[in-house]
Each structure stands twice: as structure tokens, then as C-alpha cells.
């Protein structure tokens, strides 16, 4: 009886030293996930080089496709905002990682609305000036350019909603947040990824435009976006992405006005050749 209750007593208290000793001890680190961890932060995903190229690519293969399938531009804007809408959303679902920071649209309002109207009002001088100037320079270029619009007001108004105020913010947040996440995850953005993103973009303007003006007015209008392309993202690095936003409708709200110049001239020339033959035949009567 001695010996077992002896046995039981240094039981229990060996027993209560083992727990004691476990809740103390720190856990062993398992070795494969935790170096895992180690090796790729949280919040941090460098996506395959492949992913990143389809990417890139998939916006002017849709668009180009688009406009030479149904040789209208309110249809091509359509598809092409469907897939910047659904090409992030998709990765961010297989992916689990959110690359979009909501807080930075609301950072700093008043500094990124002042900035942003301004710039956005500079862009939309800068375009008309250009196509004043470039009209003027290539009248040919222009008489032939293959416009994929309707020459009708409702038409047009549609057009102007869906490219003024929808096409500046799926723009923005696919090329400038998207891209640059997926890219760069880190919080530096290197000059390769700020090449990579600036090039495709403009690549994606020049299949647009070498369909509706040619390829000799493409290649200096595809430099000139791309240029403005840099700059969103300049802005967009420096004040905010509601600042890089509104510069750029203020771009759009421009190409939209040359669109209108374009495009009224057509629905005027009937008008302008039923006058013309009214006047002939009022002259026939006299005579």
C-alpha cells in the first residue's frame, strides 16, 4: 500500500512538472511552412511571369478584336471595361490576395481633387490643341479615318458616358493598381516594372488607333499616350490614385470632344447637302 501510494504521489507530480514545462515551452517550429512564411510575406504574392504577360496582353488582343469584329466603338468599350473588371476580380479569387488599397483613394481628398481637376483640365486643352494642330498638318489622314461611331445624339451620349467617367476609373485601377501589385508587390515600384506597364498600355492604344486613323498618325499619337500613360502613374505614385482618376477624364473628356467635332460633321453633311440641293432647285423654278 506504501509503495503504490508513494508511486501515485510522484505520478501526479510528475505529471504536473511535464504540464508545467509544456505551457512554459515555446512550440517547436515546424520547418517547412514556417520557412515558407519566412521566404514570402504576408500580403506579398509575386505572381508567374507567364500570368503577368496574358495579362498584359489581354486587354489590346479584346479590344483590337473587338473593334475589327463589330467596327463599333461603343460595343469595343463595352468588352473591353467587361474584362477590366472581371480580369482582376478573377485573380484576386484564385489568388486570395486583394491588391487594391481603398484607403488610398480617400487619403488626402482635397490635395487630390484640386490636383486632379487641374491636370485633368491641361489634358483636355493639350488634346484639342493637338488635334487642331494635326488636322491641319494631315487633312488626308483625317478625311479618310475610318470612325467606328454611330452620327446620332443618343448614340454619342452614350458613348461619352461610358468613355468620360467609366473608362478613366477601370483604366486607372487595372493598369495603375492592379498591374503594379502584380508586378511589384513590394511598396518600391522598380523602372522595368514602370517600362513594362507604360509600354503595354501604349501598345494598347496603337492597335485602337492604327484601326480608326492609319499607322503613320498611330505611332506619334501611341507615343504621346504613352507618355500620358507615365504620368497617371506618376500621379497615381505620388498623390493618389482620385488624383491620377481625374487627370485622366479630363484626357478622355478631350479625345471625346474631338470624337463630337468628328462626328458632327457627318450628321451635318446630309443637312448640308439637302439645303444645297433645295437651293438648286429653287434656281431651276426661277429660271
Not at 504620368?231 to 470632344?257: E, K
Request: hydrophobic residues 45%; glycine residues 6%.
Amino acid at each position: 500500500l506504501y509503495n503504490q501510494s508513494t508511486d501515485s504521489v510522484y505520478g501526479y507530480k510528475l505529471i504536473m512538472v511535464l504540464q508545467h514545462k509544456s505551457e512554459t515551452r515555446p512550440l517547436q517550429e515546424s520547418k517547412f511552412p514556417m520557412k515558407e512564411l519566412k521566404e514570402q510575406p504576408q500580403g506579398r504574392y509575386t505572381a508567374p511571369k507567364s500570368i503577368v504577360r496574358q495579362f498584359l496582353l489581354l486587354p489590346s488582343f479584346l479590344s483590337f478584336l473587338s473593334l475589327w469584329a463589330t467596327q463599333d466603338g461603343l460595343v469595343t468599350l463595352i468588352v473591353f471595361h467587361i474584362s477590366l473588371y472581371k480580369l482582376p476580380k478573377f485573380w484576386v479569387n484564385l489568388s486570395k490576395k486583394n491588391l487594391f488599397n481603398r484607403r488610398e483613394v480617400f487619403s488626402r481628398p482635397s490635395l487630390q481633387i484640386c490636383l486632379g481637376l487641374i491636370l485633368g483640365l491641361l489634358c483636355t486643352m493639350t488634346a484639342l490643341v493637338v488635334y487642331e494642330i494635326s488636322s491641319g498638318l494631315f487633312p488626308d489622314d483625317y478625311a479618310n479615318m475610318r470612325l467606328p461611331v454611330r452620327s446620332n445624339y443618343l448614340y454619342l451620349g452614350a458613348m461619352t458616358i461610358e468613355f468620360v467617367f467609366i473608362n478613366p476609373i477601370l483604366e486607372q485601377i487595372y493598369w495603375n493598381v492592379f498591374l503594379v501589385g502584380l508586378c511589384e508587390p513590394g511598396k518600391k515600384i522598380t523602372l522595368r516594372t514602370v517600362a513594362k506597364i507604360t509600354t503595354f498600355f501604349g501598345l494598347y492604344h496603337f492597335f485602337t488607333i492604327s484601326y480608326i486613323i492609319g499607322i503613320r498618325l498611330a505611332i506619334p499619337a501611341t507615343i504621346g499616350i504613352s507618355f500620358a500613360g507615365l504620368c497617371f502613374l506618376f500621379i497615381r505614385c505620388h498623390f493618389g490614385l482620385l488624383a491620377s482618376i481625374l487627370t485622366h477624364l479630363g484626357a478622355d473628356l478631350g479625345i471625346v470632344l474631338v470624337i463630337f467635332d468628328l462626328s458632327l460633321i457627318h450628321i451635318s453633311e446630309p443637312t448640308r447637302l439637302l439645303s444645297i440641293s433645295y437651293a438648286v432647285f429653287c434656281l431651276k423654278k426661277k429660271n
